[in-house]
């Protein structure tokens, strides 16, 4: 019989689920030494869009949710006072999505991390993460940080968003979301709403980004309340210990490794018989080294006769990939994707890298040769910038710019259209500013013609990884 609860108990609380197949829910308890207690509903899910037309931008294909009948739990035993449970669930053929909740019942606190496994890009859109809807409580009161605010819930005049934490409390006992992306708070009909990572509701890229090496990640902490001060230090502390918590060995390169270098910069490919990978930004500043090769670009294709759109990526499915190189120019040829699981005749994405050395630069001009009478090109991403393990600062192109700091230790996400009212630039910026001499990296666009853009920069909490797509 298919396992459809777990418990996770110590001497401080225990934490109950419960999964509902009919609603599609995973069902939370939370009850505290002195009786009180939590009850919460997570519906997270996405949407799938997965066909377009000329008069329909996008026509949704249904929802995928992330608790469902097929949804599998499994114990774990890591040791070390901590307990574990995976819940797997597949979407569809295509992917799985996987969540691990650790229990650490020395600090009273609920790791949460969510990957998603699968060969191809899922692409995706609205993105609810441990969305919770807080069904009864007896923590009534709400604290939060950035901005700084307290009060009753139930007395808030509409919902706000904090980008620290939020913490639902009463006088001895709390239920606090922290070390996430901005935490939304929502005041419901009795029924208050609690989002983690509420700016991916603006999400719409491939699910597999958030993978085991880079997940996405909340704790929960359900110690007893005992100040402002006192919580933000175990939130400090449950942040280097998540460390500890993540795979420490990132896949290693398959192919060969071709390096781009320009002047004190480096960048290293995996070249590989169906793919291209960008596998480090270092030189004379780690910007991406020791992580997992990730696709250089993406690319989106419509079937002009089906209106099935395909999700291509250069890491994998090209019939053929080669290089030229002369002095301080490399040529990369990816010819006949697969598609529909068959090979695209007179479809060649070219991508060009010109070091300049004395600039420290890499210029990439990308080109997508169609002479495919079935296909059209929808979009393509210039190459993509990945960072990591770092005190990284990162200038977001909103508005008239916005400065996050200590990028890579909060998570954020953001995507729009430039040019357009919430981007008025199409570049970003990364630096370290502890760091003497070289210490920071600019990435932009600049093309001659000025067509749209889609611009977009995803940070992870406690991973400490970023990546920016134009």
């Excluded at 910069?265 to 480090?280: C, E, F, T």
Aim: charged letters at 15%.
């Amino acid at each position: 019989m298919t396992t459809r609860t777990f418990n996770l108990k110590s001497a401080g609380c225990t934490v109950s689920g419960q999964l509902n197949p009919d609603e599609q829910h995973l069902a939370l308890s939370v009850t505290y030494p002195d009786g009180s207690h939590l009850a919460a509903t997570l519906r997270d899910g996405c949407q799938n869009p997965g066909k377009l037309g000329r008069s329909s931008l996008h026509v949704p294909s249904g929802q995928w949710p992330f608790f469902s009948a097929k949804t599998v739990i499994e114990y774990l035993e890591p040791g070390d006072g901590q307990l574990a449970v995976l819940l797997r669930t597949p979407l569809g053929e295509a992917a799985k999505c996987v969540y691990r909740l650790d229990f650490l019942e020395e600090e009273q606190a609920v790791l949460v991390r969510t990957w998603f496994e699968g060969g191809l890009p899922f692409i995706v859109q609205q993105l609810r993460w441990l969305d919770f809807q807080i069904t009864a409580t007896d923590l009534d009161q709400y604290r939060a940080g950035l901005p700084a605010w307290q009060g009753t819930v139930g007395a808030m005049p509409e919902p706000l968003s904090f980008a620290d934490f939020v913490a639902l409390k009463n006088d001895g006992n709390a239920f606090a979301l922290c070390n996430s992306g901005r935490v939304l708070l929502a005041p419901g009909q009795g029924q208050p709403r609690l989002a983690a990572f509420a700016d991916l509701l603006q999400y719409q890229d491939d699910l597999l980004r958030f993978s085991p090496n880079e997940p996405l990640s909340a704790w929960i902490c359900l110690a007893p309340w005992a100040g402002t001060d006192a919580f933000l230090k175990q939130r400090d502390r449950l942040a280097e210990r998540f460390f500890n918590l993540l795979p420490q060995s990132p896949a290693a390169a398959v192919g060969r490794t071709v390096d781009i270098q320009a002047g004190e910069l480096n960048v290293r490919l995996d070249w590989q018989d169906h793919g291209l990978l960008l596998a480090s930004i270092g030189g004379a500043l780690p910007v991406y080294e020791q992580g997992t090769p990730q696709a250089l670009v993406t690319l989106q294709v419509l079937d002009l006769k089906t209106g099935q759109v395909s999700q291509l990526t250069s890491a994998q499915g090209w019939q053929s990939v080669t290089v030229a190189h002369q002095p301080d120019r490399w040529v990369f040829s990816l010819v006949r994707p697969l598609i529909d699981n068959r090979p695209a005749d007179h479809f060649t994405l070219q991508l060009t890298a010109l070091a300049r050395p004395e600039q420290n630069q890499v210029a990439w001009q990308v080109d997508v040769l169609n002479q495919n009478p079935g296909l059209s090109v929808l979009s393509c991403d210039f190459p993509l910038l990945a960072f990591r393990q770092g005190d990284w600062d990162l200038f977001l192109p909103k508005t008239s710019g916005v400065l996050l700091r200590d990028a890579a230790r909060h998570g954020s996400h953001l995507a729009a259209i430039y040019p357009a009212y919430t981007l008025s630039m199409p570049w970003y910026a990364i630096w370290q500013p502890g760091r003497s001499g070289l210490n920071g990296f600019y990435c932009g666009a600049h093309d001659p013609d000025g067509c749209r853009k889609d611009l977009s920069s995803t940070t992870l909490a406690g991973s400490a990884s970023g990546r920016i797509r134009i």
